[in-house]
């Protein structure tokens, strides 16, 4: 990993960051996190208000908001931009979406509470990483897929079309289609 930036490369840290590049944060992507924190906050205050009103500040916030999906607040984005939901989707409370790399959740599927959906990579060296530099791995979800309550899932996982991943798993590999995962690393269970 190159620990600082090549005086040659003209990309802004945001065009590092999405090209799954190392990348620093800097004022605009801290910015551009200020303000989708601050859309978030106002879905979940409208959320409570007025229904209409609060899906059409989620579409804004989200890259893609698939019909009839409902996201329970609160919830937290990096960037809210690079994820996207598919249609039916049913997303509990308290949903941590992390979101340096794309995030996207297939149709008709259920996230407990307390699911995290990480995509950063940190150094694990001790310069680059006190120096803040990270990456990120997109998370591919398929269609029909259930996140058991406090599932976490980490960085460049895909998880094929009706699995299902039992409560407090952590996702550190693919799971492939019809299977049912658990535990920590999660492994596959039995099909479905």
């Known amino acids: 990993m190159t620990a600082s930036p090549d005086p040659a490369d003209p990309r802004t840290q945001r065009e590092r960051m999405l090209a799954g590049e190392w990348y620093v944060s800097d004022q605009e992507l ?8 601050r859309l978030a906050d106002r879905y979940h205050r409208a959320w409570l208000e007025d229904a209409p009103q609060a899906r059409d500040l989620l579409a804004e916030l989200l890259g893609g908001l698939g019909e009839g999906t409902v996201v329970r607040p609160p919830f937290a984005v990096d960037y809210g931009s690079n994820v996207t939901l598919g249609a ?9 979406a992390a979101d340096v790399a794309p995030i996207t959740i297939g149709d008709d599927c259920q996230i407990g509470p307390n699911v995290q959906l990480l995509t950063p990579i940190h150094p694990t060296e001790p310069r680059p990483r006190r120096e803040r530099w990270e990456r990120a791995a997109p998370i591919v979800i398929g269609d029909n897929v259930w996140l058991g309550g406090g599932v976490t899932v980490l960085p460049g996982v895909r ?3 009706n699995a299902v991943i039992g409560a407090s ?9 019809g299977v049912v995962a658990v535990g920590n690393p999660a492994r596959v269970l039995r099909e479905v």
């Open 30 to 37: 801290s910015a551009l996190q200020l303000a989708a924190a």
């Open 88 to 96: 039916r989707t049913f997303v509990n409370y308290h949903l941590t």
């Open 159 to 161: 998880i094929g079309d």
């Open 169 to 177: 798993a952590v996702v550190t590999r693919d799971v492939p289609a």
